[in-house]
Each structure stands twice: as structure tokens, then as C-alpha cells.
């Protein structure tokens, strides 16, 4: 069984930047395809940017151009860096291994604990 653990959220100002990481344990990162979800208080959970297994990335629209995920399959990660920061993006980040067929990502049922991130104005 995979486990995925994050790290890496906090508390920033607008405008700035975190780097989220989701580290994986018991099974290979690069065998799947791994996203990225939020979800704040209210709200459904959404998937903000996936990588596939040959690392093609798409993204939400809301987060184009600012958020950017890579993997390093040495040390079996997935990374979320995000820059330019906005209160609308405070909510808890999830990562995911799922699959992708096209563009379009579906998840499975591997989810990391969350971790917080928190955007002052």
C-alpha cells in the first residue's frame, strides 16, 4: 500500500510563494500519475495541477501561470511550488495518485493527510 505524506504548507503573505512536496513511500511515484487538490472551508475539494507518468502537467485555470508541479523520481516526490500567492488560495492541499487519460485526471482513493496553507492579505 502507498503512502503519501505532504509538507511544506504554511502561513505567507499575498504575493508570496511555498513549495509543497508529496513524498511517497512503498511504491514507485513515477509508476502513476499524481495531482494536486485544495479544498477550503465551504468548499469541494478541486484539483488544482496534475503530472502524468511521462510528466505532462496541466493545470487549473485559477492557477496557471503561478503554480508549477514537478517530480524527482530520485527522491520519489512530487512538488507544488507556488508563487504570487492570494488569500483565494488559502485551503488545505491534498496530493493524489490517480491516472490520466488525455488531459483529463482521475483520482483513486491514495490520498496524503493534507497540509494547511494559509494566505494573509
Known amino acids: 500500500q502507498v503512502q503519501l505524506v505532504e509538507s511544506g504548507g504554511g502561513l505567507v503573505e499575498a504575493g ?27 468548499k469541494q475539494r478541486e484539483l488544482v495541477a496534475s503530472i502524468s507518468r511521462i510528466g505532462r502537467t496541466n493545470y487549473a485555470d485559477s492557477v496557471k501561470g503561478r503554480f508549477t508541479i514537478s517530480r524527482d523520481n530520485a527522491k520519489n516526490t512530487v512538488y507544488l511550488q507556488m508563487n504570487s500567492l492570494q488569500p483565494e488560495d488559502t485551503a488545505v492541499y491534498y496530493c493524489n495518485r490517480g491516472s490520466t ?12 493527510q493534507g497540509t494547511q496553507v494559509t494566505v494573509s492579505s
Do not use: V
Request: include cysteine.
Open 16 to 42: 508570496g510563494s511555498l513549495r509543497l512536496s508529496c513524498a511517497a513511500s512503498g511504491s514507485s511515484i513515477s509508476n502513476s500519475a499524481t495531482g494536486w487538490y485544495r479544498q477550503a472551508p465551504g
Open 101 to 112: 487519460y488525455g488531459n483529463t485526471y482521475s483520482s483513486s482513493n491514495q490520498w496524503g
